[in-house]
């Protein structure tokens, strides 16, 4: 089962920053959009932030201002910067990629992110 590589996570006050990596192996490739996703205890996953080939960025509402995703396409890699970090902001964070082959979605291992209040 080929999957992405995560790092990055971690414990952390609250107000404080982390940032996560994220790597697709080179046996995925064409990919178009790269992104994070996380979950929370009883919550569902949801979408945190994503970026596409062509730099085209989005977030969730909550996350605006605070996260920022980059990504480096020579590298299949891409980035988490998350500041002011917030206790709700506590998850698993998955990495998502989509790309070939076969055509579907490639997710990381997901990485723990705790932020004490």
Not at 33 to 59: D, H
Request: one cysteine or more.
């Amino acid at each position: 089962q080929v999957q992405l590589v995560e790092s990055g996570g971690g414990l952390v006050q609250a107000g404080g920053s982390l940032r996560l990596s994220c790597a697709a192996p080179g046996t995925i490739f064409s990919i178009n959009a790269m992104g994070w996703y996380r979950q929370a205890p009883g919550k569902k996953r949801e979408l945190v932030a994503r970026i596409f080939s062509g730099g085209r960025t989005n977030y969730v509402d909550s996350v605006k201002g605070r996260f920022t995703i980059s990504r480096d396409n020579a590298k299949n890699t891409v980035y988490l910067q998350m500041i002011s970090l917030k206790a709700e902001d506590t998850a698993v964070y998955y990495c998502n990629a989509d790309g070939c082959c076969p055509p579907r979605d490639y997710w990381g291992q997901g990485t723990q992110v705790t932020v004490s209040s």
